[in-house]
Every structure is written in C-alpha cells, then in structure tokens.
Nanobody
Framework: QVQLLESGGGLVQAGGSLRLSCAAS????????MGWFRQAPGKEHEFVAA??????????YYADSMKGRSTISRDNAKTTMYLQMNTLKPEDTAVYYC??????????????????WGQGTQVTVSS
C-alpha cells in the first residue's frame, strides 16, 4: 500500500523557516516526480514545488511565489523528500500536501497529474 507521510508543519512567525518532510513507502518512487501542493482556506490547491529525475539529471520546479525562498530536495535512497521554506509570510499559511506520480516535465504543476497524495500538514505563519 502506497503511503506518503508529511511532517514538519507548525506555527511560525513571519520571516521564520520550516522544513517539511515527506516519507514515501509502499513502492519504489525513484522514477517518480514528487512535489508539494498547498491549500489555503477557501482556495484551490496551489502548486508549490516539485522534483524529478530524468537521464541521471535532477530537475526542480518552483511556484513563482516560492522561488528564492524555498528548496526542494530528496535523499539518496529517494524515499524521503524535503521542502525547506524560508522567509515565510502569512500568505504561506495553508495545508501542505506531499504528492507523487509518473509526471512528465510538462505536467508537474498540474494537480491532477499526481496519483498519490499525503494527508497534509498544517503550516501557519503569524504576522
């Protein structure tokens, strides 16, 4: 059974940092794209970042709102993914979801592209 388990969310003041983790189990994710979406109250899911491997090269993708403030990475065993977020803003407040799937470059920012979703972890940034 495939599982994606997020951790690392919490309450932080504006300007602070958080590191989210996503532990994957139940299958081999080494060839899968993995990433993060978030959903704020009353809003649609929003792409945050993604990481994929192709031809021995690692590719990373970021939403414009997260560029320069976040770093997505994955461990060598490709079982755990991380999202380091810095200089957090109140508008970053949302539930953050870990996602995974056989997603090509052209579709990494599309919510429906991902087959697997975690339960989500709450990130709250106070002003």
């Amino acid at each position: 059974q495939v599982q994606l388990l997020e951790s690392g969310g919490g309450l932080v003041q504006a300007g602070g940092s958080l590191r989210l983790s996503c532990a994957a189990s139940g299958r081999t994710f080494s060839s899968y794209t993995m990433g993060w979406f978030r959903q704020a109250p009353g809003k649609e899911h929003e792409f945050v970042a993604a990481i994929r491997w192709s031809g021995g090269t690692t590719y990373t993708y970021y939403a414009d709102s997260m560029k320069g403030r976040s770093t997505i990475s994955r461990d060598n065993a490709k079982t755990t993914m991380y999202l380091q977020m810095n200089t957090l803003k109140p508008e970053d407040t949302a539930v953050y979801y870990c996602v995974a799937g056989p997603v090509p470059h052209s579709a990494v920012t599309t919510r429906r592209s991902y087959d697997y979703w975690g339960q989500g972890t709450q990130v709250t940034v106070s002003s």
